[in-house]
């Protein structure tokens, strides 16, 4: 005995020990904080969307009703979610449309942009600081200027402009058209987060071999040659890592299209949907079943997507 307790002594003061030690008092801090930010309200969501949740219970909430998976069904079966025609897809396609399309119009102005900043000109460095301006303005902000200059009203910047010129007799509501209020939404997020595309863009491009282009010349390849068989292999990981970082915040995206149009209008996705049946409807078992959808159909995807482009990698 006298001995396990001297050789417990020994190890407790060893350097290897107080070494274990420090660390686990460094990171502790940061261990409970992503547990208490991240990884309980992860927990909670998934034992809310088996629970009926609403303000009835929400005060004891851990004695709430257990329903299985009535919350799922419930949604699966909600006019909100299911497709019905082109102009009133449901939230769960208007969510792979308005993503996808987004994200891809993000990468195409991106690659405009950077192939453009790639070259030296005469004001190069304030164009990129203009190019730059919809990514790090306040979303509040530029969401409620493009919300002005299409204001239904005749004050509304286009309506003004298209009745000036004699275009249009009466004042368009554009944010209340089904179908076009999609577009318009689209081309906002395209706008608004194309600078991301365009840095990580710009970034690959000065970093390719110089020497490749002027092989090219040599043997006088023009322009269009030598984007599609120098530039595009040299960029396509990045366009694949930069094509799912935004799709999966674009899917996840809630305030671009809440604060445009508040998911009126055939523009109704996942995120809003489940702020509506979580704080308008108070289902929160309901609500919690949606973002849980949500999740699911994030990971089916990176679970398809990421293997490919690894494998693809390292061929």
Known sequence: MMFSRESFRSRWKSMHARE????????????IIVFGLVLFPVFFNIWISFHSVTLRNLNDVFHAPYVGFQNYSAVFHDFAFKYHNLKNMGAALNSVVYSISSTVLAILLGLIAALLLNHPFKGRGPTRAVFLFPYVAPIVSVAFVWRWILDPRPSGVVNDLLMRLG???????????????????????????????????????QAIDKALYEAADVDGANDWIKFRYITLPELRYILGAIFLLRLI???NKFDDIFLLTGGGFGTLVLPVLTYQFSFKLFNF??????SMILL????????????????????
């Open 20 to 31: 274990t030690r420090l660390a686990w008092a460094l990171v502790s801090p940061t261990a």
């Open 249 to 251: 915040w674009t899917f």
């Open 296 to 315: 699911a159909a994030l990971l089916i995807v990176m679970a398809i997507y990421i293997p490919l482009v690894m494998r693809n990698v390292e061929e």
């Open 167 to 205: 275009l249009i007799h009466l004042p368009k509501g554009y944010f209340s058209t089904p179908g076009l209020a999609m577009i318009l939404v689209i081309l906002f997020d395209g706008w608004r987060y194309f600078p991301f595309a365009m840095l990580m863009i710009l970034a690959r491009l």
């Open 285 to 290: 078992g309901k609500g919690a079943a949606t």
